[in-house]
């Protein structure tokens, strides 16, 4: 089955205390993005990676960090969390830019 | 930071009422899509229009792309509550995506 999957799927932890959140897609996208999404504010894009090791800033990156040393697998890193990113985190991927995304069941995150 | 503005945020209708959703901006988008999102779920693509005026038809559901390419309509006609959930539309410039703010849709049976 082609899908897009995230764990953890919820997380609690405090600030400070570095966390990765993965991101797996089986389609053999190229294109693969990283949301959050927080309400009255609809989804903004933090990091995207048109390819493998091209990685580029979206609308928010501040605080956040990501790799792409394989096609398939496109984790986020939080250095050092901080309360303001306590949100709903979603990985997407697509063919191209300009292609259908297909988005990750989402990542709840708290940080206290 | 470029925004699209939806409206309206919420919108509460009767099943067989016909609505619109609008996605409004000050800038040009290469590419618009819209999605539709349940609760505890990723978004889900509906459509991608590319062209400017550019109409499309999902069943009930009808998508129109500005002339100018920086604002988008949805209408759905007779609406089911099947309908219900969160309408986002998406804008792409470049390599980027700028998502709306969101519009909530519920469908009274």
């Known amino acids: 089955e082609a899908q897009v999957t995230q764990n953890p799927r919820y997380l609690i932890t405090v600030t400070g205390k570095k966390l990765t959140v993965t991101c797996s897609q089986n389609?053999?996208?190229?294109?693969m993005s990283w949301y959050r999404q927080d309400p009255g504010l609809g989804l903004r894009q933090i990091y995207y990676?048109?390819?493998?090791?091209?990685?580029d800033k979206g609308d928010v990156p501040e605080g956040y960090k990501v790799s792409r040393k394989e096609k398939r697998n496109f984790p986020l890193i939080l250095e050092s969390p901080s309360p303001n990113q306590t949100s709903l985190y979603f990985c997407?991927?697509?063919?191209?830019?300009?292609?259908?995304?297909?988005f990750g069941p989402g990542t709840r995150l708290l940080v206290l | 930071t470029q925004l699209l503005e939806q409206s309206p945020q919420f919108l509460s209708i009767q099943e067989g009422e016909n609505l619109t959703v609008y996605c409004n901006s000050s800038?040009?988008?290469?590419?618009l899509q819209w999605y539709r999102q349940e609760p505890g779920e990723g978004p889900v693509l509906l459509v991608t229009?590319?062209?400017?005026?550019e109409v499309k038809k999902l069943k009930r559901l009808t998508f129109q792309f500005g002339d100018a390419r920086k604002d988008s309509s949805l209408h759905i006609t007779a609406a089911q509550p099947g309908d219900t959930g969160l309408y986002l539309c998406a804008g792409n410039t470049g390599n980027q995506f700028y998502f709306g703010t969101g519009t909530s849709l519920t469908v009274i049976p």
């Open positions: 997407a991927s697509s063919s191209g830019h300009q292609e259908t995304q297909y």
């Open positions: 389609m053999n996208h190229e294109y």
């Open positions: 229009v590319v062209t400017g005026g």
């Open positions: 990676s048109m390819n493998v090791e091209v990685t």
């Open positions: 800038s040009v988008f290469s590419s």
